[in-house]
C-alpha cells in the first residue's frame, strides 16, 4: 500500500499570460486615451516590459493588464514588479518578472506551516522547485491542501499530482 501524496507547485500559465498581454495591447491601440501615447506591452517567456509617453499612461497600461490577466486565471502574485523608470521625454517604462517554482525559502516556509498544522503522519519534502507532501490519511491530505489554499505566501501555488 502506498502513502497518499501531492506536490505544492508554482506555475504560470504562459499561454495565458501571451493571450492577456496580446488583449491588453489590443485594447491600448483602440482606446482614446491611449492614442499617441505608443503604449505597448512585449511579452517574453520570463518578463514583461510595459512602455508608455508618460507615468500616469503606464500606471493605466498595467490596470488594464491586471484586469486581462486576472480573467485569464493568472494570479497577479506570478508578476514580481521592477521600479518604474523614467526615459526620455517624460516617457516610463516598467519590467515585470514571471515568478515561477517555489524558492528554497518560501519551501521551507510553507514546509514549516505545514509542520504548524499539528496532523499526525503528514509531512512534507523539498523537491526542486516544488513541493511533495504525504501522509498516512487522505483527509489528513485535504486539510493541508484546504489550508494552503486560504493562506498566503505571496506566490500563486497551486496543488496537483494528488495520489492515493
Known sequence: MSVPTFDVVSE?????????????NREASTRFD??????????????????????DRLRALVVVLEEKLVK??????????????????????QTFKLV??????????INRFIKDLNLKGVSGSIQGDSLRVSGKKRDD????IQKIKEAD???????????D
Open 12 to 24: 504560470v500559465n504562459l499561454q495565458e499570460v501571451r493571450n492577456a498581454v496580446d488583449q491588453a
Open 34 to 55: 491611449f492614442k499617441d501615447t505608443g503604449s505597448q506591452i512585449e511579452f517574453s517567456e520570463t518578463e514583461l516590459k510595459l512602455e508608455s509617453s508618460s507615468e
Open 72 to 93: 485569464r486565471g493568472v494570479s497577479l502574485k506570478a508578476l514580481d514588479r521592477g521600479p518604474v523608470i523614467e526615459g526620455s521625454r517624460g516617457s516610463a517604462r
Open 100 to 109: 515561477a517554482g517555489i524558492s528554497t525559502e518560501k519551501a521551507k516556509a
Open 141 to 144: 491530505l485535504q486539510v493541508v
Open 153 to 163: 505566501f505571496e506566490i500563486p501555488l497551486q496543488v496537483n499530482n494528488f495520489r
